[in-house]
């Protein structure tokens, strides 16, 4: 029986990070690599159990976790490139009531933003919550386990970004004001710029 309010959240980190040359989870960040970084935000936040749903370098990031209190999840279809998969697979591992979905390129995420999303969800404001900065939506987002069995069927030219809008009834939006939520990086450039942003962040004192 799953307990009521329990989150489990699921880091999608199986990419091949073509457009980067190289794996972008294995960057320098912040003293540590990208991964550690979003894995040690998501262990102090208000969540119940971090997944690592790996595939391209398994072993790499296998190694790099190895200390740290996570489940990895392999995703065997990584290769076809969609993030689909790679969610799929942590929702059959993960053990809480709703999950909350992060991306392994996007390090600039929040403790607090975080914590905003997991407290509406537990006040029952939505099934599916999303930040969103300037009226656009970011992640992580928090998924109930009730839209689960239909996320799972998904597949083909499916994708989540279609299934969410087939239930608009069961959003809510926390607005935020930080654009980090909308800041993956892909390229090179993409990890200049959330390098930038982070240094800023530490030299102004804002909560990371």
Same mark, same amino acid.
């Given at each position: 029986?799953? !307990?009521?309010?329990?989150?489990?959240?699921?880091?999608?980190?199986?990419?091949?990070? $073509?457009?980067?040359?190289?794996?972008?989870?294995?960057? %320098?960040?912040?003293?540590?690599? +990208?991964?550690?970084?979003?894995?040690?935000?998501?262990?102090?936040?208000?969540?119940?159990?971090?997944?690592?749903?790996?595939?391209?370098?398994?072993?790499?990031?296998? &190694?790099?976790?190895?200390?740290? %209190? +996570?489940?990895? +999840?392999? !995703?065997?279809?990584?290769? &076809?490139?969609?993030?689909?998969?790679?969610?799929?697979?942590?929702?059959? *591992?993960? *053990?809480?009531?709703?999950?909350?979905?992060?991306?392994?390129?996007?390090?600039?995420?929040? /403790?607090?933003?975080?914590?905003?999303?997991?407290?509406?969800?537990?006040?029952?404001?939505?099934?599916?919550?999303?930040? $969103?900065? &300037?009226?656009?939506?970011?992640?992580?987002?928090?998924?109930?386990?009730?839209?689960?069995?239909?996320?799972? *069927?998904?597949?083909?030219?499916?994708?989540?970004?279609?299934?969410? /809008?087939?239930?608009?009834?069961?959003?809510?939006?926390?607005?935020?004001?930080?654009?980090?939520?909308?800041?993956?990086?892909?390229?090179?450039?993409?990890?200049?710029?959330?390098?930038?942003? &982070?240094?800023?962040?530490?030299?102004?004192?804002?909560?990371?």
């Amino acid at each position: 029986m799953t !307990n009521p309010g329990t989150v489990s959240a699921i880091v999608v980190a199986a990419g091949l990070s $073509s457009r980067m040359g190289q794996n972008k989870l294995l960057l %320098p960040f912040d003293g540590r690599t +990208v991964i550690e970084h979003i894995v040690s935000v998501l262990l102090e936040s208000p969540v119940d159990e971090v997944l690592v749903v790996t595939g391209h370098q398994h072993e790499a990031l296998a &190694q790099r976790l190895a200390a740290w %209190p +996570v489940r990895l +999840v392999f !995703n065997p279809d990584y290769a &076809q490139g969609e993030m689909l998969s790679s969610v799929q697979a942590g929702l059959r *591992a993960a *053990a809480g009531a709703a999950a909350l979905l992060a991306l392994g390129d996007l390090p600039t995420l929040e /403790r607090g933003v975080i914590a905003r999303i997991v407290a509406a969800y537990r006040l029952g404001l939505g099934s599916l919550v999303f930040p $969103s900065y &300037q009226m656009r939506r970011g992640h992580p987002l928090l998924v109930d386990r009730s839209h689960w069995t239909a996320i799972l *069927a998904l597949g083909g030219e499916q994708n989540l970004r279609g299934y969410f /809008r087939s239930v608009p009834a069961g959003i809510h939006h926390v607005a935020v004001d930080s654009p980090a939520v909308l800041h993956d990086m892909d390229t090179p450039e993409q990890y200049q710029r959330v390098l930038a942003e &982070q240094a800023r962040r530490r030299a102004t004192g804002v909560a990371v």
